[in-house]
């Protein structure tokens, strides 16, 4: 569907299947200020691409593990002009922090990794030992 200005427009169901997420999820980030969609006559939701754009963004902000707040910061509300520097110093500034979040889990799942790799190998030693201990002692029984 157009409007009066030739720019294709669409309804919360044609960004919601086309996105993979639900309409109640778009409403939520309407809600939050996220996105501001137009109204029809009949007060009816319809989208711009701009606002599928900035949906877009939102949903790999959240891919990458940004809460919603630090996606607003990112990217600006929805009723204010972010200029794309401030944008790009927001996301660098978030993203280092992201990666950094990101490098020192990694390292606690490594020593994480290790413990649990140590606590395997004394724990099938000592299974080793005990089932040595119960086969000669069966063999003994036995005789």
């Known amino acids: 569907m157009s409007d009066e200005k030739n720019v294709h427009t669409f ?16 409403r939520f980030y309407e809600e939050k200020g996220l996105i501001k ?12 691409p701009r606002n599928k ?17 630090e ?13 794309e520097l401030a944008q790009i110093e927001k996301s660098l500034y978030f993203g280092e922090a992201k990666l950094k979040e990101i490098q020192d889990r990694k390292k606690e799942l490594s020593l994480l990794e290790q413990d649990i790799l140590a606590t395997r190998k004394k724990l099938l030693q000592r299974f080793r030992e005990l089932k040595h201990t119960a086969t000669t002692n069966n063999k003994k029984e036995n005789m």
Do not use: W
């Open 37 to 48: 969609p137009g109204r029809t006559a009949g007060n009816q939701r319809i989208y711009t």
């Open 71 to 83: 996606i607003s910061e990112m990217i600006g509300m929805a009723d204010t002009d972010m200029d």
């Open 53 to 69: 754009a900035r949906l877009k963004l939102i949903l790999r902000g959240k891919r990458f593990g940004f809460s919603l707040d």
């Open 11 to 26: 309804t919360i169901s044609q960004i919601a299947d086309e996105l993979d997420i639900s309409t109640r999820t778009i």
